[in-house]
């Protein structure tokens, strides 16, 4: 049975599943919910928080994307570098998961929901300018002796970071300032199979440095 995908194209949260997916060739169908999807009875099943990404593979019905990356790559990818079985190793990957859903989704990811959308009940911009900054700064501390964020090899913690960060001037921030984190995006986008997620440009002159 083909796994099935709710989300839509322009999520962060969904394009890491899907970065996964692809980069684990496994066949999908990607099924577009939108704001009247998610509020409807059939969706509310699936999710009764009315979120996406919604994963289903056969019975199993999982939502929230970090949780869904850990599933993914510890069912068809076990014994790969995707997620490692070393205590240590696990632990800095579930570090950056938690990065993931706190500075990245309270930072980068909120700036962007607000620049483009003027999404309700988002960090104020300015608070997100700052969260966004002091993890950008720990980043290219941390990016600048190593080429990926949780071990020697890529993981589903660089998928989990890499989308909205990857967008941080559609959140009017720039990247300017920091090399090593511009690199590492470049590294995970020569990953095999890997596909961008669509654009929202900002004009130039509304992209602010955060340095």
């Not at 949260?13 to 692809?22: E, F, I, P, S, T």
Request: charged letters at 15%; aromatic letters at 8%; proline letters at 6%.
């Amino acid at each position: 049975m083909t796994i099935k995908l709710y989300g839509v194209p322009l999520s962060g949260h969904c394009h890491r599943v899907a970065l996964l997916l692809d980069m684990l060739q496994l066949p999908h169908e990607f099924i577009e919910a939108g704001a009247d999807v998610r509020r409807s009875e059939a969706f509310l099943k699936l999710n009764p928080l009315g979120q996406i990404p919604v994963l289903i593979d056969g019975d199993l019905v999982l939502s929230d994307s970090n949780a869904i990356l850990t599933y993914l790559s510890t069912r068809y990818a076990a014994q790969s570098h995707w997620y490692p079985t070393e205590a240590v190793a696990v632990a800095h990957v579930q570090r950056w998961l938690s990065i993931a859903a706190g500075e990245v989704r309270y930072g980068p990811a909120s700036a962007r929901m607000t620049a483009l959308w003027n999404a309700p009940g988002e960090v104020d911009p300015t608070l997100a300018e700052k969260i966004a900054t002091r993890l950008f700064r720990m980043m290219e501390s941390h990016l600048a002796q190593r080429q990926w964020l949780a071990t020697q090899n890529s993981t589903i913690a660089d998928l989990a970071c890499y989308s909205y960060i990857a967008h941080a001037s559609e959140g009017r921030l720039s990247l300017e300032a920091y090399p090593a984190i511009r690199a590492w995006l470049q590294r995970v986008e020569s990953l095999p199979h890997f596909r961008a997620m669509p654009t929202s440009p900002l004009p130039a002159s509304s992209v602010t440095a955060a340095s």
